[in-house]
Every structure is written in structure tokens, then in C-alpha cells.
């Protein structure tokens, strides 16, 4: 859930997703043309808004639509003063010792094995 979450604040702050936001906007401003022409239709509704759109005593809500006006998508910079410095002291860093712990019981290991498997094979002269 919280994948979901993050992918959908990040997609619609960078992309245009958020138009989507705008859809309770959309079917207002159809409610009201509506009540204005009970005879209207949403492709009517559509094509006057998106097919051809002009500046009519109702363009501020206009604008308000989805997808009419485009807006550049969200950019973020990071960048790192020049003056910033890290600064490292001496005793904050401790050596540790390690310990070797055998992974095998070295006793049943063939000696001379273990230094030339490594090494390709010889010809033997017989």
C-alpha cells in the first residue's frame, strides 16, 4: 500500500495525472450548462469545451478544466553549497580485529591440494 502510495503522489506530481484531479470540476461546470440547455449533450458539452474553445462569459471556470491549460511538470534540483565540507576526526573511527572462523575442518584437507588446484594440469612423461 504504501508502494502504491508513493508511485501515485510521485506520477501525479510530475506528470500531467493530475489533470485527473480536475474531473469533479468537469462534471460541475457540465451540470451547470445543463441547467442552462436541458437539451445539451456531454459530446456537445465536450466539443464546446475542447473541440473548439472560445473565451465566453464562462472562461475562468473554463480554465478550470481538465486538461485545458498545461502546466510544465514538477522538477526538483539538488544541488550542494560549494562550502559544504565534510570533516572527519581521528577517533571516530575504531580498527576492529576479526577472527577467523574455519568454514571446514582444515585436518581433512589434502595439503598439497589446496595450494595447486589453481595450477593447470602436467604431463606426465612415462
Not at 469533479?24 to 442552462?36: F, G, Q
Not at 437539451?39 to 473548439?52: G, N, Q, R, V
Not at 480554465?63 to 565540507?85: D, E, G, Q, Y
Amino acid at each position: 500500500m504504501i508502494s502504491i502510495l508513493l508511485l501515485s503522489l510521485y506520477l501525479v506530481s510530475t506528470t500531467e495525472l493530475y489533470q485527473l484531479l480536475k474531473i469533479p470540476d468537469l462534471i460541475e461546470h457540465y451540470c451547470e450548462h445543463k441547467a442552462l440547455n436541458s437539451e445539451m449533450s456531454l459530446i456537445a458539452f465536450l466539443k464546446t469545451h475542447y473541440d473548439h474553445p472560445v473565451k465566453d462569459g464562462d472562461y475562468g471556470k473554463d480554465t478550470k478544466l481538465p486538461f485545458i491549460i498545461h502546466s510544465s511538470p514538477l522538477a526538483l534540483v539538488f544541488t550542494i553549497n560549494p562550502r559544504f565540507s565534510f570533516e572527519i576526526k581521528d577517533d571516530s573511527f575504531r580498527l576492529s580485529t576479526s577472527h577467523k572462523i574455519p568454514s571446514c575442518n582444515e585436518n581433512f584437507c589434502y595439503k598439497g591440494f589446496t595450494s595447486t588446484v589453481w595450477e593447470p594440469p602436467r604431463h606426465s612423461q612415462g
